[in-house]
């Protein structure tokens, strides 16, 4: 299944894409795609459903976020192998974890509001792991089991903030409209294999980060497994999996985003996203 949300923000209504290509409204099913509601159980009870008895709804409007929220909002940094070598690194003998805030989470084609006092904005291309079922000490072999669906992140970043900054990384992460999420919540079952996707990112057309997630260091098995020997993870949580080489960071010199770019980036059979670069309101 494909799911996404599809309204104006904090007025979203849960939908399905049907195979004929129609959205389909299942708020009947589901008050709405977070927590509890994207539990494999819940994911059955809406796969079970007659997508042609679901009421049609309009795909003229914007696509929010494919999850409404999410407990945590996890990430791994250095997890592809080339972008450890662009960043001058070593590649890390166990996964990097860092957070970003939950009210980063936005739309797929929202725009990307520079920071106020941004210098030094940046993009990363990420394929997102949502979890189905609570994971607590799960072993590789059963990690992949524990997954809802995967998605398309945008794990965007402000270096300065980040690296230049006392403290953790999630200052320089958490930004509003800082994690565009979608369009697609795809299930799954429609993702045989998570280390077989290409993904990439544009900036103007220009072609800034194109790999396969089979460049990544630590496998979504890997990084499942992991993260529940150190705490649980719960139906919801969204995990950003790192991304490849071609950040604005590694570039000479760096090709950080101003206002007025615009920014497309992708996973294959997870969608697009598509976002302008702006200003912060009133600076």
């Keep these: 299944m494909r799911l996404l949300r599809i309204g104006e923000p904090g007025a ?11 959205f389909r409204d299942i708020s009947g099913l589901v008050d709405d795609l977070a927590g509890e509601t994207v539990s494999l159980t819940s994911l059955d009870r809406i796969r079970a459903a007659d997508p042609d008895r ?23 940094g250095l997890n592809y192998r080339k972008h450890a070598e662009e960043a ?24 990307i509001i520079r920071p106020k006092d941004s210098e030094k904005l940046d993009y990363e ?29 945008n794990d965007v970043s402000e270096r300065a903030y980040q690296i230049e900054r006392l403290g953790q990384w999630v200052k320089g992460k ?32 220009d072609t800034r980060q194109l790999s396969m997630t089979s460049d990544m260091i630590f496998s979504v098995a890997e990084i499942i497994s992991y993260m529940s020997r ?19 960071m590694g570039m000479t010199p760096p090709g950080w985003l101003v206002p007025g770019d615009v920014v497309s980036l992708g996973i294959d059979g997870l969608g697009e996203q598509r976002q302008d670069v702006v200003a912060y309101p009133g600076a």
């Excluded at 679901?54 to 791994?76: D, K, Q, V, W, Y």
């Excluded at 565009?180 to 103007?204: I, M, R, S, Y």
């Excluded at 999996?241 to 950040?247: D, F, L, M």
């Design 54 to 76: 679901l009421p049609e709804i309009s795909p003229e409007g914007r696509i929010g976020p494919c999850i409404a929220t999410t407990p945590t909002f996890h990430c791994i």
């Design 174 to 205: 958490s930004a509003p409209n800082f994690g565009p999420v979608g369009p697609w919540l795809v299930t799954a079952d429609e993702v045989p294999d998570p280390q077989a996707l290409k993904c990439w990112l544009d900036v103007n057309d």
């Design 88 to 111: 001058g690194m070593a590649p890390p003998g166990e996964p990097i974890l860092f957070t970003k805030a939950a009210s980063a989470l936005c739309g797929p084609n929202d725009p």
């Design 125 to 153: 291309v990420e394929l997102g792991v949502v979890i189905g079922e609570v994971c607590e000490h799960v072993s590789e072999a059963e990690a992949l089991s524990r997954v809802a669906g995967y998605c398309v992140v």
């Design 230 to 248: 150190f705490m649980r993870l719960v139906p919801g949580d969204l995990i950003a999996t790192g991304t490849p080489e071609g950040v604005a």
């Design 12 to 22: 979203e209504t849960p939908a399905l894409l049907h195979e004929d290509g129609s």
